[in-house]
């Protein structure tokens, strides 16, 4: 049996699989936490990744390994390869007004989306490096290579300590605002304007399904990939499919084989990993909301479903606005989430656990209808991440978003993505293999528009519109 391993270095933890290369039938798989913040040392991830590979039985004996981790994080390396400060994560804020600042000096949103497919906001990387040559130049001026926590990982595995060998794929490339999904190039004049005249090395880009090396154990090394990419690959998703991820953060996004130039900025023109696109939408707010409001109402997650399912739909006029941790989609960083609609009568547990699962689908609902408005055909939606875990998420789910809801069996996507990704170098076939996806349970339900109509109206309020 020949043994692929994929890896998705995530923003709280650090997940392995080993994986059957030719089935994809995991054999064994481990896991070590990630610090919190919105900072981190990458050593932090390179420790979790070897605790987690440890856990999971070694790698010595693996034919090929990919790694998927979370997009955006931007990690400077100066010319010796040295990390120069702590890497800045997606979640991290404090470049809002730096993406505000490109977005104007570029001639605004429009003239991002026609040259990258990708306007700044505060998670893409472009707008992390602005903050930097502003607020930290002499790190800016130290800084020789720039990369991904994909990039950073795949080259500690490769054992090099030269920048110039730096790796990357499409779809994490697609992610820092100075790349191209279209045309699979970078736009270093962008690069260059981020960081007011400074142009530091950028990793090669992997076509689909090539090599991006060898690990220093000998194993073919896979290009890698940004986790939403990953997530797709590790499910099987083809051009038609939408897929809802809701973990920290709330993601959609579809396979298509065209690109998309969203003037709004809301859609993201991201690329997959197979060669396609994969325009995106990512919301600040995913699953957490559900525990934030599990802790208030006193109750475990079970409990949080059963009292949603008690509650109507539209939870008695009831309506929450989900944006606890500011939010991305709409680029609001600095709103606030909202209890909408409050009276004697329809304040009660049930309602307060409904309006949270209802208002986070509605959220999820705006993003998809932004995709499908970039003309890109939404024909299956496939909810994946820790919320779909949620039985009462599955079945309001399909209400909300007008449509069949089809839920794979819980497993981790975006580390098996990699493997599939790996086991496709190895084998340096034309296509990744055509592994088993498991079970997908399917939810129907009656749509329900007028619930998200309430939510948009309530989402205007919240914004003061």
Known sequence: MTLVAGVDSSTQSCKVVVCDADTGVTVRSGSAPHPGGTEVDPVEWWLALGQAAEAAGGLDDVAAVSVAAQQHGMI??????????????????????????????????????????????????????????????????????????????????????????????????????????????????????????????????????????????????????????????????????????????????AVSDAASHDASGLVAGFADATGRQLPLVCTLNGAPVLASVARMLGVDFDELDRLALLAPAGAEGLILVPYFDGERSPNLPDAHGALH??????????????????????????????????????????????????EAVRRIAPA?????????????????GAARQAAWAFSESAAPPGWSFGVTASYEADPTPWVVERYNVAQRLTLGQ
């Open 76 to 253: 400077c390396l100066d010319a010796g390869g040295q990390v120069v400060r702590k890497a800045l994560l997606w979640n991290d804020i404090r470049s809002s007004e730096a993406a505000s600042d490109l977005v104007a000096e570029l001639g605004g949103a429009a003239e991002w989306a026609d040259r990258t497919g990708v306007v700044p906001v505060a998670a893409i990387t472009v707008a992390k490096l602005r903050w930097l040559a502003d607020v930290e130049p002499e790190h800016a001026d130290a800084t020789a290579a720039v990369c991904l926590p994909h990039d950073w990982l795949t080259w500690r595995l490769s054992g090099s300590d030269r920048i110039d060998d730096l790796r990357t794929d499409r779809s994490d490339a697609s992610g820092t605002g100075y790349f191209v999904a279209e045309s699979g190039r970078y736009d270093l004049e962008l690069l260059e304007l981020a960081l007011r005249g400074r142009r530091p090395s950028v990793p090669a880009v992997v076509a689909a399904g090539d090599r991006a090396g060898r690990a220093s154990t000998g194993a073919t090394l896979g290009a890698g990939a940004g986790d939403n990419a990953a997530a797709a690959l590790g499910i099987g998703a083809e051009p038609g499919d939408c897929v809802v991820s809701l973990g920290t953060s709330g993601v959609v996004s």
């Open 341 to 390: 609609g409050v009276t004697t009568r329809n304040l009660v547990p049930a309602n307060v656990a409904r309006s949270a699962i209802e208002g986070l689908l509605s959220s999820i609902a705006f993003c998809v209808e932004r995709i499908a408005g970039q003309g890109v055909d939404v024909r299956r939606v496939i909810l994946v991440g820790g919320g779909a875990r949620s």
């Open 400 to 416: 909300i978003l007008g449509m069949p809801v089809h839920v794979p069996t819980p497993a981790e996507y975006v580390a098996l």
